[in-house]
């Protein structure tokens, strides 16, 4: 090849390059104060104005990590993870939508919460940091860290958590009416009702 081929070829491959690029839209960042006022419309009535501790029967929102909580709303729409009220409500919300709802709720402080039961957190408390080794039972920390705080996009932060929300998605798990987590409904599976609840109480005063 000559200098003048090698040339013409060189600008083609720009051009090509430059063409690709401009056919990607560039990604829209999270808007959390859109997310606010979305959240104010689609989400408020069942987990606060701000995701903060409303019903115990519905999850904590407040500090959430953001990729988890557009994972869980987009299971939602696909029916992945079943729900026929979180269903109605993810189908309204686009991609961009759930992006912003969670900038808005990931960008919130989490209020700690407490343990209601001295009988069984220390039950609780060697089954999160110890498992459940006679069983299989993986330490909880393991996965959601020491502190609750969890690992973006595939661990949700526990710490503070209502104690009935996380028991219910527990016994969900172990029961098969939630199937959006291989890993989960094998922990669950092994585990019985007061290890549970006692898990999850010891979840909910974690800091």
Known sequence: MNAAAALLSCLMASLL????????????????????????????????SDG????????????????????????????????????QFASELNEQDMKNVAAFYAGKTAKPGFAKSKTTVSLGEKIYRGGIADRGVPACSGCHSPSGAGMPSQFPRLSGQHADYT????????????????PMTGVAAKMNDQEIKAVADYIAGLR
């Open 52 to 87: 903060s501790r409303g019903s115990p029967a519905n999850p904590i929102l407040q500090g959430q990590h953001p990729d988890y909580i557009v994972k869980q709303l987009d299971e939602f729409k696909s029916g992945k993870r079943a729900s026929a009220v979180m269903k």
């Open 167 to 182: 028991e219910a998605q527990l016994v969900a798990f172990r029961n098969g009416a939630r199937k959006n987590s291989l």
């Open 17 to 48: 390059a430059a063409s690709a690029t401009a056919a990607t839209p560039a990604a829209v960042k999270p808007d959390a104060a859109k997310g606010e006022a979305t959240s104010t419309k689609v989400c408020a009535a069942c987990h606060t």
